[in-house]
């Protein structure tokens, strides 16, 4: 069977995503004069920063990095995510996905860059995934332990990025144009330039929206709490989001807002170009690509299962030019009862590998583009229609690991590992990649 060389499958995808080269793509949107103050923060917030800070030169002022830098071992290394930085740029490490006290420094810090500015800078705000838990900063009445019990509620119960961040706006300082609100109140501009990790690029919900309008509301808020019945979770939030709704706090920064004249925000890369770089990389190895697809958001099981039906729709019993299908986006899993170790995309794979049985001439890659997939050092698996009758004569039942969310612990377990995409944190993120073929 014609297997796709999935480490240059993978390459291609990440070189496409890197944010160095999609801040340089975009060097236009950057101010041409003034003095800028430069904010970075998210996964990918020491590329974007040394790429940016490189166009701009003397001209940033003061600056402030806050991201999280592994040092776990990994193949595949960003030539910029260790890069060096002017000494006026203060770098702040932080937590991810849950916050934690190292992460309201940081939004502090970052508060008090932006109350700093003037008429005379122009805020550039490099904005990627993970921001929304790295700048982390309550409002009056709140604590850190009330934020992770609900965002870790809202994760275990499946909510998608939309739902989450819906929340966290209503409940910190920073997000939901909370950042625009700060320095167009000091007469200052801002050019946010943004990495998407959003299903849609919806600039409100990336990063929760610091520097956009949010068209939700505490009523929205208080709505996702209740749908998925985690109101118990974090009881001072729920107060809180109750007295929002019934209108008395102040809402977030809504779309009309006049000081949104003044703030600039623009994608400069997404899931979009990681899709379309794995297609050109699949033609290039001989597979005809005959779909591509963003915007796949569900359960990623049941996505793993909808992509094996495609390609069984694709197999032919002849053979010819193998067939390909590349879809991208961001799945949820929702853990009911006890849950093993596993990620979105190893779930995902786990679930293909099940349904690919019977399929022989098929495979699936599942990937996530910051190399993190879940709790675990890897970034997704590969699989094929032999991966789990191999795995049954080795003693391993894919259906039951499955059945408890087990799938990295299934797949460690499973011909050494072989399954595993293990690329190390690339320092990027634009969401995850899905890969199928067949002959």
């Known amino acids: 069977m014609k297997r796709p060389d999935v480490d240059s499958l993978v390459s291609a995808v990440l070189i496409a995503a890197e944010p160095g080269a999609c801040i340089r793509r975009h060097a236009e949107a950057l101010p041409a004069k003034g003095r800028v103050v430069l904010l970075a923060a998210g996964k990918a917030s020491r590329a ?15 600056g402030l990095v806050v991201g999280r830098w592994h040092r776990t071992p990994g193949w595949y290394r960003s030539p910029e995510r260790c890069a060096e930085l002017p000494p006026q740029l203060h770098v702040l490490p932080a937590d991810h996905p849950l916050p934690t006290e190292r992460n309201v420094l940081a939004a502090q810090e970052a508060r008090g860059l932006v ?19 790295m700048l982390t900063l ?22 998608p990025i939309g739902e989450l961040n819906c929340v966290r706006k209503h409940c ?11 320095a167009t109140a000091r007469g200052a501009g801002i050019v946010s330039l943004i990495l998407s990790d959003v299903v849609g690029d919806d600039v409100g919900v990336i990063g929760s929206g610091p520097t956009a309008p949010d068209a939700t ?33 102040e809402e977030t920064l809504k779309p009309g807002d ?14 979009a170009l990681a899709v379309e770089a794995a297609a050109t990389e699949l033609a ?34 002849a053979k010819g030019t193998p067939r390909a299908v590349v ?29 690919l049985e019977g399929l022989p001439r098929a495979g699936l890659l599942s990937l996530a583009t910051d190399g993190v997939d879940g709790p675990t050092d890897a970034a997704g698996a590969v699989v094929n229609g032999q991966t789990a009758t191999a795995a049954r004569r080795a003693g391993l039942e894919a259906a039951e690991f499955l059945s408890r969310h087990d799938s990295h612990t299934f797949f460690v377990r499973h011909d050494g590992g072989s399954c595993l995409v293990r690329t190390g944190p690339t320092g990027t993120n634009v969401n995850d990649v899905m890969v199928g073929w067949v002959e």
């Open 172 to 182: 910190e300082v920073l997000k939901g144009g909370g950042l625009a609100r700060l």
């Open 327 to 355: 879809w991208g986006g961001e799945t949820t899993v929702t853990v009911r009862g006890e849950a093993g170790v596993g990620g979105r995309n190893q779930e995902l794979a786990l679930a293909a590998a099940v349904a």
């Open 217 to 249: 509301t505490y009523a929205d808020a208080l709505r996702v709490l209740e749908q998925r019945r985690v109101l118990s979770a974090a009881p001072r939030i729920a107060a809180h989001l109750q007295r929002g709704a019934a209108g008395h706090v």
């Open 284 to 317: 290039r190895q001989g597979y005809e690509v005959v779909e591509t697809r963003t915007r796949i958001e569900g359960e990623a099981a049941e996505v793993g299962r909808d992509l094996v039906a495609r390609l069984r729709e694709l197999a032919t019993p």
């Open 258 to 271: 006049p000081r949104l004249s003044r703030v600039q925000n623009l994608i400069v890369g997404s899931n």
């Open 48 to 62: 974007m920063a040394a790429a940016a800070a490189g166009l701009l030169g003397e001209r940033v002022r003061a």
């Open 138 to 159: 309550p409002l009056p009445g709140l604590e850190l332990d009330d934020l992770r019990a609900v965002s870790d509620a809202l994760m275990q119960a499946g909510a």
């Open 115 to 133: 109350e700093g500015v003037n008429a005379d800078d122009t805020l550039v705000f490099l904005l990627s995934g993970g921001a929304s838990a």
